[in-house]
C-alpha cells in the first residue's frame, strides 16, 4: 500500500476540535416558492463578500442567476430544484449554508437537507405570511428539535401589518415570536429597523438594482425622530407593545424552541441582510454532540464521523462526476484519510474532498464538525450511509418517503439502453425518484414513484440531458404505496386496482388506486402485512 493509500491520523487535539466548532454555523432557508430564499441566500453571501455582486433569479437582462440554482430548470424556472451547499466565512465564523428546495413537490429532499443542520431560517413573505409549505416545513424543525429563526422578507413591497403578522406566527407556529428589529415605515415603504437591543435606527440607502451592499446609517432614537417623524413614533409605541406583552428575545427559551427570533428585511434590496448574519453568528447554535442509532451519542471529541445526507450527479457537466455530500458529526477530516463505511463495513478512501459554492468547488483539506464536504465520484456511498475512523458508529436513517405519483419509464430509443440504464440507476440512488420493478414489466419499464410529479420532469429532464437517453413515461392509477413481503405479495397483487412491486434493495411495495379500495382489501385479509413507508409525518 503506497502512502498516499494509507490512513491519515488526524492530529488536531480535543480543545482545537471543540474551538473550530464552535465557530460553525450549519443552517438552511425554509419557505414557501417564491418567498425570496434563492434571492436571500445571494444576498447573505454578498454580504460575506463571498461573491461581488447578486442577481435575483427573476433579475433583469444582464443580471446573472443566482448562484446556488445552477441546473437548468432552475434558471429557466426560476426555483431551487436541487439543494445547494454554501461555505463561507464571515468575521470569524465559518457558515454553512444549505439552500433547499422551496416547492412542495422536492419536500423529501428537504427533509433530508435538515437532518444536516443545527438551525432553520424560516423566510416569510410579508404580504402572504405563513403559507402552506412553511408550515410543513417548520413541522420538520419542531420534530426534529431544530431552532427557528425568522424573517420576514419583502418589507419593501405592500403587505401585511407588522404586528398582525406577529399574531398569525404565534397562533399557527406555537412559537412566540421575539422580533430583534422593527421596520420603520409600513410594508412597502422601508426606511430601516429600529434595534431593540440598543434602541438605534438603522436607516438603509437603496443601491441600484439590489445589486450591491445597502449601505447603513446608524442613528439615535433623537436622530430618528427628527428625520423620520411618525413613521419612527409608530415604531417607538409598536416596540413598547411587544415589550409589554413579554416578547423579548431569551437565548435559552430560542434554542429550546419556545420561541421564534425575528428580523425584517428585503433580500432582493439587500436590506436587513447583514443583521440576519450577526444573529446567526451571536444566536445561533454552534454543532453539538450527535445521537448514534444505538441511542448513543457521538461527541464533537470522539474520532472522526460523518453522514451522508444527499447525492448529486451532473454538478460538472464536463466530467459526469457523483458527489456524496457529508455531514461532519465528530473529529477531524483531513483529506486523504482512509475512513470505514458503516454499511458495507469496508474502507473508504477520501482523496477527492471538496467545498462546494454553487456550481464551483475547491478543494478541502481539513474540516470540522458542522462542516459540509462533498465527496467526488463517491460511487459506493448511498443517503443516509455513516462514515468514521477508528470507534464504529451508526447514525439513524434518513426518512424516505410514501410516493403518491407514478409512472412507467421506457426509454425512447432501444439502441440506449445502457446509457437508460445507467440514467435510472443513478437517478435511484441520489433519491430523485424510487425506482420499482416487477417481473410483469421487466427492467426495461422499470416504474418511477415520487412524492410531486415535478420530479417526473426533473428525472425525465436528466434522462436527455444528462444521460443521453429520452424517455416517455406513462403514469398509473396509483395513489397509495404501502410496505409489504414476499409472502404478502402474492395475494396483495390479486387486488383490485393494486401492484406489488419491488425497491432495488428488494423490499416489497405495495401500491392502490384509493384508500377506499386499500381499506376493503384490508378488511378482507387482515393478516397481510401493509405498513406505512412514512417514518415521519411532514
Not at 83 to 97: G, K, M, P, R, T
Request: charged share 25%.
Amino acid at each position: 500500500m503506497s502512502a498516499v493509500d494509507q490512513q491519515v491520523v488526524p492530529r488536531a487535539t480535543a480543545k482545537e476540535v471543540v474551538d473550530q466548532a464552535a465557530r460553525r454555523r450549519t443552517f438552511a432557508v425554509i419557505s414557501h416558492p417564491d418567498a425570496g430564499k434563492s434571492t436571500l441566500t445571494e444576498a447573505l453571501a454578498l454580504h460575506a463578500r463571498v461573491i461581488g455582486q447578486a442577481g435575483a433569479v427573476h433579475g433583469k437582462a444582464g443580471r446573472r442567476g443566482t448562484v446556488s440554482d445552477w441546473m437548468d430548470m432552475e434558471k429557466a424556472r426560476g426555483i431551487s430544484i436541487t439543494s445547494a451547499a454554501l461555505q463561507f466565512e464571515y468575521h470569524d465564523a465559518v457558515i454553512n449554508l444549505l439552500d433547499t428546495p422551496g416547492h412542495s413537490d422536492f419536500s423529501e429532499d428537504t427533509y433530508r437537507v435538515l437532518t444536516a443542520v443545527d438551525a432553520a431560517v424560516m423566510l416569510i413573505d410579508a404580504a402572504k405570511g405563513l403559507e402552506a409549505q412553511t408550515m410543513k416545513l417548520f413541522a420538520v424543525c419542531r420534530h426534529r428539535g431544530i431552532p427557528v429563526l425568522t424573517v420576514v422578507n419583502k418589507w419593501d413591497r405592500p403587505g401585511k401589518d407588522a404586528l398582525e403578522l406577529m399574531d398569525e406566527i404565534s397562533e399557527r407556529t406555537g412559537l412566540t415570536p421575539t422580533p430583534l428589529t422593527w421596520p420603520v415605515g409600513i410594508a412597502g415603504d422601508f426606511r430601516g429597523v429600529l434595534d431593540r437591543a440598543d434602541g438605534t435606527y438603522r436607516r438603509f440607502t437603496r443601491t441600484a438594482g439590489g445589486a450591491t451592499i445597502a449601505p447603513e446609517e446608524t442613528l439615535s432614537a433623537e436622530a430618528a425622530q427628527a428625520r423620520e417623524g411618525d413613521a419612527w413614533q409608530q415604531a417607538v409605541e409598536e416596540v413598547e407593545l411587544l415589550e409589554a406583552s413579554g416578547q423579548d428575545h431569551e437565548q435559552s427559551l430560542f434554542l429550546e424552541g419556545v420561541t421564534t427570533p425575528v428580523l425584517f428585511a428585503s433580500a432582493v434590496s439587500n436590506f436587513g441582510v447583514g443583521a440576519l448574519l450577526d444573529t446567526l453568528v451571536g444566536k445561533a447554535p454552534a454543532p453539538s454532540g450527535v445521537p448514534t442509532a444505538d441511542g448513543d451519542r457521538r461527541e464533537l471529541t470522539d474520532p472522526f464521523s460523518a453522514f451522508v445526507f444527499k447525492v448529486q450527479a451532473g454538478m460538472d457537466t464536463a466530467h459526469r462526476d457523483r458527489l456524496a455530500f457529508i455531514r461532519i458529526c465528530s473529529g477531524v477530516f483531513e483529506r486523504g484519510m482512509v475512513v470505514t463505511h458503516a454499511r458495507t463495513g469496508r474502507p473508504f478512501a477520501t482523496k477527492y474532498a471538496q467545498h462546494v459554492f454553487g456550481r464551483e468547488r475547491e478543494s478541502i483539506d481539513v474540516a470540522y464538525p458542522g462542516d459540509v464536504v462533498g465527496l467526488v465520484n463517491a460511487a459506493a456511498l448511498g443517503v443516509g450511509d455513516t462514515l468514521y475512523a477508528d470507534r464504529p458508529v451508526t447514525f439513524p436513517p434518513l426518512t424516505t418517503f410514501a410516493p403518491e405519483h407514478f409512472a412507467v419509464c421506457r426509454g425512447r430509443d432501444t439502441g440506449k439502453h445502457k446509457q437508460f440504464r445507467k440514467g435510472i440507476e443513478q437517478l435511484d440512488s441520489e433519491g430523485v425518484v424510487q425506482v420499482l420493478r416487477s417481473d410483469r414489466r421487466g427492467d426495461q419499464a422499470p416504474v418511477l414513484a415520487v412524492v410531486g410529479p415535478m420530479q417526473f420532469e426533473v428525472a425525465t429532464h436528466r434522462m436527455e440531458h444528462e444521460f443521453g437517453a429520452a424517455v416517455d413515461l406513462d403514469r398509473l392509477p396509483y395513489s397509495i404505496a404501502l410496505r409489504t413481503d414476499e409472502a404478502s405479495a402474492p395475494v396483495v397483487s390479486t387486488a383490485r386496482n393494486a401492484e406489488v412491486l419491488q425497491r432495488t434493495n428488494g423490499e416489497y411495495v405495495a401500491v392502490f388506486g384509493d384508500k377506499w379500495g386499500l381499506r376493503v382489501f384490508k378488511e378482507k385479509h387482515p393478516d397481510l402485512l401493509l405498513e406505512s413507508l412514512v417514518a415521519a409525518e411532514l
